[in-house]
């Protein structure tokens, strides 16, 4: 739960220091001498050299043509350029959700003929930051760090990646697929490189016709192909470089919120900018409920916080410009609160859409009531429509 976040981690810590003691024992400091405009290229050439052992060192950095002794500043710097040159559209590894906040694995970064040796690359650097308590500006896709956990992703977590993809797909489950006039098979198309061609989701899918019988399956194999099939060469490498330096048991303690949280760090969420930056729909700002709403938030811990900015938005980044540019699928969105249905005091839970930056509220009885609600829904996060 969130509220052992802070034990969770702190054993975590204790577990990588001894780790780390004793590969400094062994091995000593890795000198980097890194120029600032090849920071990627030449850390990877010089680590690459490097056992995973010798990693758990001390990285003692050096920029060329600069004065100065890393005190630990330099290597916070250094992993802060770093962690932005991940994303870099130019070695095409990752590609950005609709909001351009999060990433994930780019299906066609073999246009990089080395891109599974820099994912590996990368994989150690992000395991290598968790490691020495360095946080990353580095917010990945729910589904990868699902990935890193060992969890299977769902269908859920299909929202904040592609919000139309997972408009349509919610639209099968929920109407006759005869009504809809679709002609579906177990197949896709893959459009990589210039080229069209058709994927099969099962065997001999492409002449599968899909039914009310099986569009259950058909959309979760299709999520499967998204967040994982179509990319499975690319996590596989990115986790072989995280594991070598953090073992897959180390974190499996944490929940991918709380990955997220322990890799980028917990937000400094400004409530009182964020009130000033929310619309209502159905709501009034007057309204007792909303007065309850606000008064929970202020209240809230940082780690609670943080899992709010999670549940509502799909990822803990804050907008360095505040809430006013709060990122939504087609640019700038508020945050917005929305009235739903129902009577007072019913058992509803709120919900949230990540892809709009809005929460749907009940108009509950009570302030006691409202709490309980939301942080069970946030504590949850079972948000998304249902499989069959």
């Not at 990368?122 to 395991?127: E, L, Q, W």
């Not at 099969?200 to 979760?220: F, W």
Request: aromatic residues 12%.
């Amino acid at each position: 739960m969130l509220l052992d976040f802070d034990v969770k981690r702190h054993w975590f810590k204790v577990q990588v220091r001894r780790l780390r003691q004793h590969a400094n024992r062994r091995y000593g400091s890795i000198r980097l001498h890194i120029r600032r405009d090849q920071v990627f290229f030449d850390a990877y050439h010089q680590l690459s050299l490097r056992s995973a052992e010798e990693m758990r060192g001390r990285l003692h950095i050096t920029f060329r043509n600069e004065q100065g002794v890393d005190a630990g500043g330099l290597s916070r710097e250094f992993f802060g350029i770093l962690a932005k040159e991940i994303f870099n559209p130019n070695y095409a590894l990752f590609t950005s959700t609709e909001d351009g906040c999060t990433f994930q694995p780019n299906p066609s970064s073999s246009v990089n003929p080395d891109h599974l040796s820099y994912f590996r690359f990368v994989g150690r650097i992000v395991g290598k930051a968790v490691a020495d308590g360095y946080l990353l500006d580095s917010h990945f896709t729910r589904s990868l760090y699902k990935h890193m956990l060992g969890i299977e992703p769902t269908h859920h977590d299909m929202e904040a990646i592609d919000p139309d993809y997972y408009k349509n797909l919610k639209s099968i489950l929920e109407y006759d697929v005869a009504d809809l006039g679709l002609d579906l098979t177990f197949s896709i198309e893959d459009h990589s490189f210039g080229r069209c061609q058709v994927v099969d989701l099962i065997p001999n899918g492409r002449n599968i016709p899909v039914t009310e019988e099986n569009k259950s399956k058909y959309v979760s194999l299709v999520c499967q192909n998204r967040m994982t099939t179509a990319i499975s060469s690319q996590i596989k490498a990115y986790l072989d470089g995280f594991y070598e330096l953090v073992s897959k048991d180390l974190i499996q303690i944490f929940t991918p919120r709380e990955l997220e949280l322990l890799i980028s760090g917990l937000p400094d969420i400004d409530v009182t900018d964020l009130k000033k930056n929310t619309d209502y729909n159905g709501w009034k700002s007057t309204d007792k409920q909303i007065e309850w709403f606000w008064n929970i938030l202020f209240s809230l811990t940082r780690n609670e916080k943080a899992a709010f900015m999670q549940f509502v938005t799909g990822s803990s980044k804050v907008p360095l410009a505040g809430f006013s540019s709060l990122p939504g699928m087609r640019g700038v969105q508020k945050f917005s609160i929305h009235k739903t249905g129902g009577g007072v005091g019913g058992k509803a839970l709120p919900s949230a859409h990540t892809c709009f930056n809005s929460l749907d509220l009940p108009p509950y009885a009570s302030e006691t009531e409202l709490k309980e609600k939301l942080m069970y829904a946030i504590n949850e996060g079972a948000v998304g429509f249902l499989m069959a």
